[in-house]
């Protein structure tokens, strides 16, 4: 299920999972989408150099914070 994946990403600590935890919230994979956090998960991804998102971050409309 999405949120067992979810809990298995939360365990992570690589830019892969942070990536996925990002796109959760993005999605809503918990039954709530949370931009925010988000923004704050696709961010920290890139800045460990996680490509998708990089990309995901330049292309979006994603609120900053």
Do not use: C, N
């Amino acid at each position: 299920s999405l949120k067992k994946a979810f809990e298995a990403y939360l365990e992570g600590d690589d830019p892969y999972s942070h990536y996925r935890i990002g796109q959760a919230f993005e999605e809503g994979w918990l039954g709530v989408v949370d931009m925010v956090s988000a923004y704050q998960w696709y961010k920290r991804a890139a800045q460990e150099g996680h490509y998708l998102a990089i990309r995901r971050l330049d292309t979006s409309d994603i609120i900053k914070s």
